[in-house]
Structures are given as structure tokens and as C-alpha cells.
């Protein structure tokens, strides 16, 4: 297959790249912007090869995103550009709503009308993959909020949606969206929301590699709150073998929700990396800093 990657240089998108290009003969047309959020280098120079191509547009661009879809003539679509950081979402959802709202309307379109135009073997080929996260169904339950022994109910593709900030309501309505362009256009569309990424290449800023360096560097550990938020925690790898798996697939208007069964509160987070670090990096001293942000 040829599959357009959208956000292919950064956290999430340059692992599907990376395991496209190593375990597959797929060819890779890399879309990004290279926002903030963008790295070419994680895209190691030895995957190089005349299977890769990258180019460097902005999803909201529909006159470049409609060169790039007749240019490089792709089977498939991986849809991960995206604006993903919430604090930074609550500072300014401007740019939330732009990349990820109409940046996504704009890619849908363009994916419209190059399908419908495609010849019948390769149009009923043809799948949109849009990579959404499980913050569209709000928050897991307090476990104090419980009734007594009972589990932690978790978040099913049919939970109602119920996001809580403004990068979890821009992700919504662009899940939306991509539902409403295969209800009204027919375009063959699947949805995937995942839980909490953690592994190679993530940004700075973001809660573990946050963690680990300012610990690294002897400053105060940022715990939000009280630190008692519960999410599902998933290593990057394993979230992009399950998007490889979905794209190819082809089950068109499904939602898969995926996870990794492996919900923790977040100061458990913080204090499972204070354990490893107490192992690894036995000098430093650990000063966990409650509400504060991150
Ligand atoms: N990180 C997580 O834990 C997580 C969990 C579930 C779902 N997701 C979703 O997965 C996708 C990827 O997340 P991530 O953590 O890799 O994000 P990221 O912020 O690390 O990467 C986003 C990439 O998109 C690019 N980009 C941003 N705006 C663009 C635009 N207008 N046009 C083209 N490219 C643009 C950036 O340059 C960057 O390379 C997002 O849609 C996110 O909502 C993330």
C-alpha cells in the first residue's frame, strides 16, 4: 500500500513511520507541518529509502493537501496531524480548533474528492484511518466516587462522548466529522481512540518525559492536583502495530477503542519513574511538587 501519514514527525505518528517502514514493503507519504511538536530526525536517515517521501504541509492548506493526494496517488490515509498538548490547549484553544477541527475538514474533503474520482478497484480499496484519543469520553471515575469492591468502569466505543477541555472537545468534533463524511459521502472511514501514549521521541513537556528530566536535572517533580487523575497507559510501539493492524483492516465505519488495561493514577505514575530513577540514577535527590502544572 501507499499510505499518507499525517503528523508522521511527531510522538505517535513517527512510530507508525518507523514500524511502516521496517515491517512492512508499504511506501510512506509523511505529511507534517513540523510544528513545535515536529522532528524529521525521528525518522532515523537508514529508514530513508524510495519508499519514503516527506512533505512539509499544513494540513489546513487544501490547495497543497490536494497537490499532495494527486501527486502521490495514496491507497490509505493515517490521519494523526494534530494539535495534542491539553495545558497548552486551555492556554490557547485557538490553534486546537484550527488544526484540529478545520485542519481535519480540509484533509476530509481532499480525501473526498480524490476518492470519488479514483477507478472502481482502487476506490473500493481506498480506507481514511483517523487516529483519535479516548479523552473524548471525559474521565475515568474517581475510585472514591465507587460504589464499595466494585472495578473501575472503563470507556467502551460506545460510551458517550463527554470531553473536558478544549483539545478533547476539538478531537471530538473532528470524530465527527469524519462519522458525518461517511454517513453523507460514503468515504470508507475508521476511527481509532487510544488511551495515554508513553515511550521513544516524546515530547518534553509531556507528563513521563517531564518527569524524568527534571528529576535528572534535581528540580521539583510537577504533580497536577492531587495527582489522583486515572488514565490507561499504552507504549507507543504497541499503538502503532494496533493502528498498522486497523488500516489494513478495512473495516469500514467501525471504532476501536485501544488501550493497554494498565490504568494508574498519575502520582503512581510519577512514583513508579522516582523508583526506577532511585535504581538507575541512585544520587539525585526526588522532591514531589503537588498542584502545580504541567
Ligand atoms: N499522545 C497521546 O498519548 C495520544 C493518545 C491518543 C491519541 N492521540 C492522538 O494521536 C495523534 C498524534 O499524537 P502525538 O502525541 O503524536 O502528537 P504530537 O503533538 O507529538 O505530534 C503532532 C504532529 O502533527 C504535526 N502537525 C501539527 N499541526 C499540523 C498541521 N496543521 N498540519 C500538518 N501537521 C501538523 C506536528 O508537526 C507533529 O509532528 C493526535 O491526533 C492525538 O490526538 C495521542
Known amino acids: 500500500m501507499k499510505i499518507l501519514v499525517t503528523g508522521g514527525a511527531g510522538f505517535i505518528g513517527s512510530a507508525v513511520v518507523r514500524h511502516l517502514l ?9 505529511v507534517d507541518a513540523l510544528t513545535y511538536a515536529g522532528n524529521t530526525e525521528s525518522i532515523p ?15 489546513c492548506d487544501a490547495a497543497q493537501i490536494k497537490r ?17 498538548h491539553v495545558d497548552r490547549s486551555i492556554d490557547g484553544p485557538g490553534a486546537f480548533i484550527h488544526t484540529n477541527v478545520v485542519g481535519t475538514y480540509t484533509l476530509l474533503d481532499a480525501a473526498r474528492e480524490y ?35 466494585s472495578e473501575l468502569p472503563l470507556f ?15 478531537k471530538a468534533s473532528s470524530d465527527h466529522l469524519v462519522r458525518s463524511w461517511q ?39 510537577p504533580v497536577y492536583g ?6 490507561d497507559w499504552l507504549f507507543v510501539e504497541d499503538h502503532a502495530r494496533a493502528l498498522c493492524l486497523v488500516v489494513k483492516s478495512k473495516r469500514v465505519g467501525e471504532t476501536f477503542n485501544i488501550g493497554g488495561h494498565n490504568e494508574k493514577r498519575n502520582l503512581d505514575v ?10 538507575l540514577a541512585p544520587n539525585i535527590e526526588l522532591i514531589i511538587l503537588h498542584n502545580t502544572q504541567i
Open 22 to 30: 521496517t515491517n512492512s514493503l508499504d511506501s510512506v507519504i509523511n
Open 45 to 59: 536517515t537508514e529508514l530513508h529509502s524510495d519508499r519514503y517521501i516527506f512533505e512539509q504541509v499544513d494540513i
Open 68 to 84: 499532495v493526494f494527486n501527486e502521490h496517488q495514496p491507497d490509505a490515509v493515517m490521519h494523526l496531524a494534530a494539535e495534542s
Open 115 to 149: 476518492w470519488q474520482n479514483l477507478p472502481e478497484t482502487r476506490k473500493s480499496q481506498f480506507i481514511f484511518h483517523h487516529i483519535s484519543t479516548d479523552e473524548v469520553y471525559g474521565d475515568l471515575p474517581h475510585p472514591d466516587e465507587l460504589p464499595a469492591n
Open 156 to 170: 467502551t466505543e460506545t460510551t458517550p462522548y463527554a470531553p473536558s477541555s478544549p483539545y478533547s472537545a476539538s
Open 183 to 221: 454517513r453523507t459521502y460514503g468515504l470508507p472511514t475508521v476511527i481509532t481512540n487510544c488511551s495515554n501514549n508513553y515511550g521513544p521521541y516524546h515530547f518534553p513537556e509531556k507528563l513521563v518525559p517531564h518527569v524524568i528530566l527534571n528529576a535528572l536535572a534535581g528540580k521539583s517533580l
Open 226 to 231: 492531587d495527582g489522583s487523575q486515572i488514565r
Open 270 to 279: 510519577v512514583r513508579t519513574i522516582c523508583e526506577l530513577l532511585d535504581e
